[in-house]
């Protein structure tokens, strides 16, 4: 069983492995392996005091890989999935495996949402700033240009891109808002007239 000290059983026996796959248990003889003198299987000598761990209280449904029959027993909670974003990651971890490239596309989706989300909670809240994800502050107050203009610096191609994906989604947002803004404020004069 998965977090305990008890070997899984092997699918096939070691003559059928063996028999299947060129050179497999190459290294079962111990005189071919260099680390038998110090090698010793003891549960004992690991220090836990538990067969299998306690589990962590679970707040909220969390992911679970469908590779695995249980969660683990402790997992992280700083990042509880919400929103659109965390709808996208359940989607990754019920529907595809961990060995599909889908699973993790899907993962690195729902950051670039989970960013926009965030970026909007903070607009609605009042509180928009699109200069500190730039990192423009610390530029101005810590020779951020001395710094750029140095010799040997490998990302110094790309550095004039890095302005345009920071602003690129504000620009279009406002222009967004300004267009629909513009376009009440027409519709409102035509029913007017």
Sequence with gaps: MTYTAEKPP???????LRAR???????????DRPSVP??????GLSGAGWDFPE???ERWPRERSIEHAILPPVFGTSCPPRGVSGAMRRLAYRRYSEARAAHWLLLLAADRVDVAESRVR????????PVLPTGLRSELTHRGLGSRLRQGRT???HQPLDALVQAAPWVLGGLAVYGLARAARRRSSARRS
């Design 38 to 43: 110090r090698e010793k299987f003891d549960p």
């Design 155 to 157: 990302d110094v191609v």
């Design 21 to 31: 796959i060129p050179g497999w248990g190459a290294d079962l003889n111990p005189k």
């Design 55 to 57: 589990r962590q209280v």
């Design 122 to 129: 903070s607009a609605l809240r009042g509180h928009p700033d």
């Design 10 to 16: 092997l699918a096939e026996s070691s003559e059928a």
